[in-house]
């Protein structure tokens, strides 16, 4: 593991997206709007539920966020889309945090299941993923990874088998 923090702050994550964090053409995170999490409140490489690594980060709603006035007029939902990139925004940052090199981008995702909405009167989404398998080797970096997301401690989404990659290219 490299040696950075178990828990990251809103400018932590901006350095991230600047790619000032893990270093330049390593993993990076979008900037905002796009970056789905103010804080990393928690992230392991041999922690979780199966013991193969773990992050756990927070969302603030606000009310006035830029999806709501668009998705959908008159009837204000979070994208289900946003959630599940938060989670493979999470999922990347995990293998930068292990010290591994390339950048990041998502490969799939095994299944997903929307369960409830983000409105704008929650308050706060919460992101656990949980690793089941991070392997590098010459040739490969990857990360597989179950999440969910709750919003205000109710489970909203879950996804089994994210995939995510870090590519020198």
């Known amino acids: 593991m490299a040696d950075y923090p178990t828990s990251f702050g809103k400018e932590d994550l901006l350095k991230c997206a600047r790619g000032e964090l893990f270093g330049p053409g390593n993993a990076q995170l ?27 980060a927070e969302f603030d709603i606000d009310p006035n966020l830029w999806f709501f006035e668009c998705h959908f007029p008159g009837n204000p939902i ?17 293998l930068g945090w292990r010290g591994w090199t390339g950048r990041g981008y998502a490969l799939g995702v095994g299944e997903v299941k929307l369960k409830g909405m983000v409105r704008p009167n929650r308050k706060m989404l919460t992101y656990k993923v949980d690793f089941t398998k991070a392997v590098q080797t010459r040739r490969l970096t990857m990360g597989v990874a179950d999440g ?21 290219s």
């Open 148 to 168: 969910i997301v709750e919003a205000d401690g109710e489970v909203i989404y879950e996804v089994k088998d994210m995939k995510v990659a870090l590519s020198e």
């Open 30 to 56: 979008p900037e905002p709007p796009m970056l789905m999490m103010d804080r990393i409140t928690d992230i392991s490489g041999d922690a979780g539920l199966h013991g193969k690594g773990h992050v756990v």
């Open 78 to 94: 979070m994208p289900g889309c946003l959630g599940l990139d938060g989670l493979w925004q999470l999922t990347g940052f995990n």
